[in-house]
């Protein structure tokens, strides 16, 4: 019902910012908590960054508060991480993901329990 396709990775060397992108497609997402995963090479998938239907609330991991900015734009059903600054513990998989269950919910969940509709993955890698 949803397909999330993320873009924007790639090798950078520290330092660089970068922007995804998570462009959806089929059913529309404007009703529905967005966020951002990391796994990080030989770890689990940890939470990064979300945003609440309408924008209104975000939530960031610790790891990444004051570096990284999730925004949305519900018009070109597209969700965004600005990463700034980067460092080469930054590298993994993004993956982007909706929260399915939580339609019209002013909230930015960070449990990814929460979310069913997940894409692919994009990879960043950062050198020293």
């Known amino acids: 019902q949803v397909q999330l396709v993320e873009s924007g990775g790639g090798l950078v060397q520290a330092g660089v910012s970068l922007r995804l992108s998570c462009a959806a497609s089929?059913?529309?997402?404007?009703?529905?908590?967005m966020g951002w995963f990391r796994r990080a090479p030989g770890k689990e998938r940890g939470f990064v960054a979300a945003?609440?239907?309408?924008?209104?609330?975000?939530s960031y991991a610790d790891s990444w508060m004051g570096r990284f900015t999730i925004s949305r734009d519900n018009a070109k059903k597209a969700v965004y991480l600005q990463m700034n600054s980067l460092k080469p513990e930054d590298t993994g998989v993004y993956y982007c993901?909706?929260?399915?269950?939580?339609?019209?919910?002013?909230?930015?969940?960070?449990?990814?329990?929460?979310?069913?509709?997940w894409g692919q993955g994009t990879q960043v890698t950062v050198s020293s």
């Open positions: 945003i609440s239907w309408d924008g209104d609330i975000k």
């Open positions: 993901a909706a929260a399915l269950r939580r339609p019209w919910v002013n909230s930015a969940p960070k449990n990814p329990d929460e979310y069913d509709g």
């Open positions: 089929g059913r529309t997402i404007s009703s529905y908590p």
